[in-house]
């Protein structure tokens, strides 16, 4: 039997200041987890979303940013989306921040390794946070969405879509087309 050596959870903020080098985790509730690379469309969809989101948000205190990012989901958790729109941090003295915690709207871009935790764990960090108003989840393989939105201070509408369909986001006053995120027009 293998004997398993205790390690110390880190904290948001330790967890921030280690250099991974070229390489990208997150932080799962204290625990580091090595994130793999992505495939060329879940690297073009996640694209296709920032250019959208940058164009109809210039000028409106608002910015997309991409998983470079991140977002502290709680003191022992940072999480990376595939792409986070920030409201009113555009000043200078965020710009040398690594993480923001008040996220407005999250998409995150499934593949078969990450939609579990993606549609479970983090889905629950991201309703947990007060700011959060939409959390898009973008099914590559199929195309599809699934719109989780805020309804009111303990109310989620949480809508898995058969047929293509655009992201509205209505905190924003915008809507992306489906074949705008996809890239197939």
């Not at 959060?132 to 969405?145: C, G």
């Not at 699934?146 to 309804?151: A, E, K, L, N, Y």
Request: aromatic share 6%; glycine share 8%.
């Amino acid at each position: 039997m293998a004997t398993h050596p205790d390690y110390p959870l880190l904290t948001a903020e330790e967890f921030l200041d280690i250099d991974f080098g070229e390489r990208k985790a997150e932080l799962d509730d204290g625990v580091i987890r090595m994130m793999a690379g992505g495939t060329a469309r879940h690297a073009a969809v996640q694209a296709n979303i920032l250019i959208a989101l940058a164009r109809r948000l210039r000028g409106t205190g608002c910015t997309a940013y991409s998983a470079d990012m991140a977002t502290r989901t709680h003191g022992r958790s940072i999480r990376y989306p595939d792409v986070t729109v920030y409201c009113g941090r555009n000043g200078p003295e965020n710009d040398e921040l690594k993480a923001f915690d008040d996220p407005r709207i999250i998409f995150e871009v499934l593949s078969a390794g990450t939609a579990r935790t993606d549609l479970r764990v983090k889905l629950d960090e991201y309703k947990a946070l007060p700011s959060v108003d939409t959390v898009v989840f973008v099914d590559i393989a199929i195309e599809r969405l699934r719109i989780v939105q805020r309804t009111g201070p303990n109310g989620w509408s949480d809508v898995g879509h058969d047929l293509p369909v655009d992201a509205h986001l209505p905190s924003l006053n915008l809507i992306i087309p489906h074949g705008e995120i996809f890239g197939r027009n």
